[in-house]
């Protein structure tokens, strides 16, 4: 049976509901995973998605800030939301289907403009993150034959996730001591990138453009951001890809994009 993931970096989602809703109408995704909902799980939008046909919620909010959620028209049950680093951050969240798949949405910290721990905290706690992530993994790798991993993990780990390797080395998001760390998080439980399984490592692959290009369009200076992994026993069920390019045209956009993942279950 055909089953479609979505993730998505909505950058608040009640600012930006009727692009949820538009979306869901036109794609109609089994599951659409968020973050970055910026809200409290009282004043979520429960409504608009149970009209749009997604009345099963998970929900892990935060007044103003990070937030993760996910809808699905088939039911599941919530196993975790987690408080990594003990930031107290809305962060994670996962659950599971009744075929016993299970389904991860991280947000990472995106960790700020300084690419130096020791001067920056923001990219420490980004740093202590994925390391947190990795030990996780590692940990449930046996217990977890049938996951999926999807959302902002806010790294473009491979040299054609950026617009320029060179030129992105030093700048958060691309530095090496975080794309080795995610390597680490992805090895650390198997992880097969979904994504790359249907578009070569060789090809430029973006989910995000800037809101500080003047026409990101043809400017076209992107990042792979966003992700969606599945557990090698998922790999052969894998059907395809969609980077949703366009939505970056939408009226008031998020500057990510969303992804969808098809596979047979």
């Given at each position: 049976m055909p089953f479609t993931i979505a993730t998505w970096n909505i950058n608040s989602v009640r600012l930006r509901i009727d692009l949820v809703t538009r979306f869901l109408a036109e794609h109609?995704?089994?599951?659409?995973?968020?973050?970055?909902?910026?809200?409290?799980?009282?004043?979520?939008?429960?409504?608009?998605?149970a009209a749009a046909g997604y009345g099963h919620l998970a929900i892990?909010?935060?007044k103003g800030y990070h937030g993760v959620a996910i809808a699905s028209r088939r039911p599941f049950d919530i196993?975790?939301?987690?408080?990594?680093?003990?930031?107290?951050d809305a962060r994670h969240l996962a659950v599971r289907f009744a075929d016993g798949l299970l389904l991860d949405n991280f947000y990472v910290p995106?960790?700020?403009?300084e690419p130096d721990p020791a001067r920056n905290p923001k990219f420490d706690h980004k740093l202590k993150f994925l390391g947190?992530?990795?030990?996780?993994?590692?940990?449930?790798?046996?217990?977890?034959?049938?996951a999926i991993l999807v959302g902002d993990?806010?790294?473009?780990?491979?040299?054609?996730?950026?617009?320029?390797?060179?030129?992105?080395?030093?700048?958060?998001?691309?530095?090496?001591v975080e794309t080795d760390l995610l390597a680490t998080v992805q090895s650390a439980q198997g992880w097969v990138d979904a994504m790359r399984h249907?578009?070569?490592?060789?090809?430029?692959l973006y989910s995000w453009w800037s809101y500080r290009a003047r026409d990101w369009q043809a400017a076209d200076r992107g990042r792979r951001l966003d992700h969606v992994w599945v557990t090698p026993a998922l790999t052969g069920a894998l059907r395809r890809m969609t980077v949703l390019r366009d939505a970056r045209?939408?009226?008031?956009?998020?500057?990510?994009?969303?992804?969808?993942?098809?596979?047979d279950l």
């Open positions: 109609g995704p089994d599951v659409l995973c968020l973050q970055e909902t910026k809200t409290m799980d009282d004043a979520f939008p429960r409504q608009a998605f892990a909010g935060q196993l975790d939301r987690p408080d990594w680093c003990a930031m107290g995106a960790g700020g403009d947190e992530m990795a030990a996780w993994g590692a940990a449930r790798r046996a217990t977890a034959a049938r993990l806010n790294v473009a780990p491979l040299e054609h996730d950026v617009w320029s390797h060179k030129q992105l080395r030093d700048v958060v998001s691309h530095t090496p249907f578009v070569p490592a060789t090809e430029k045209g939408w009226d008031k956009p998020s500057d990510h994009v969303p992804v969808l993942v098809t596979l």
